[in-house]
Antibody, heavy 121, light 107 residues
């Protein structure tokens, strides 16, 4: 059973960089044809896709965040990471990592529990 | 970006009721649509993929249909544990986008 777990600071100051890591267990991040994604959800609001990475290192980002987002992967640690720079209060949200089945059919079949990141001084 | 519009935004129904949620895409997305269930404080859970395919382990009272721009999600007989917010999501084009959600409550 694949499991994902987000980790990182719960409080980030405005203008700084938000950094989160997702650790994948129960299977190799390199096995199968999966993308590994980040999705966020402000309190009481809907879901916003941030971006994804393939284990080759190929990435796709949401154009609305592209200038501030970097997603990377460390296959030796079975982890992938998110960096979001120049954060503001609008970036306060629960951040989820998820597995994207990709390919012909794409869906998020495994999710982390989510981690709340608050942007505040 | 493709806009996904769900209706209604909220819904109150009784146990045993048939519940239907609709999702409309701003352009043709074929059957590239998924449905998720999110309970308070939890991550979303995949229920339906490719518009009508039931994810493994999901009860058969959940179903989905549609193609093109108009999609429907149905719970055939509402159970107390189905209280949640439901989201549709398209993956025809990047970025993937979600509907605004439908909050389902028990009457």
């Amino acid at each position: 059973q694949v499991q994902l777990q987000e980790s990182g600071p719960g409080l980030v100051k405005p203008s700084q960089t938000l950094s989160l890591t997702c650790t994948v267990s129960g299977g190799s991040i390199s096995s199968g044809s999966y993308y590994w994604s980040w999705i966020r959800q402000p309190a009481g609001k809907g879901l916003e896709w941030i971006g994804r990475i393939y284990t080759s290192g190929s990435t796709n980002y949401n154009p609305s965040l592209k200038s501030r987002v970097t997603i990377s992967v460390d296959t030796s640690k079975n982890q992938f990471s998110l960096k979001l720079s120049s954060v503001t209060a609008a970036d306060t949200a629960v951040y989820y990592c998820a597995r994207d089945t990709a390919g012909y059919s794409s869906s998020y079949d495994y999710w982390g529990q989510g981690t709340l990141v608050t942007v505040s001084s | 970006d493709i806009q996904m519009t769900q209706s209604p935004s909220s819904l109150s129904a009784s146990v045993g009721d048939r519940v239907t949620i609709t999702c409309q895409a701003s352009q043709d997305i074929s059957n590239y649509l998924n449905w998720y269930q999110q309970k308070p404080g939890k991550a979303p859970k995949l229920l339906i993929y490719d518009a009508s395919n039931l994810e493994t382990g999901v009860p058969s009272r959940f179903s989905g249909s549609g193609s093109g721009t108009d999609f429907t999600f149905t719970i055939s007989s509402l159970q107390p544990e189905d209280i949640a917010t439901y989201y549709c999501q398209q993956y025809d084009n990047l970025p993937p986008t979600f509907g605004q959600g439908t909050k389902l409550e028990i009457k």
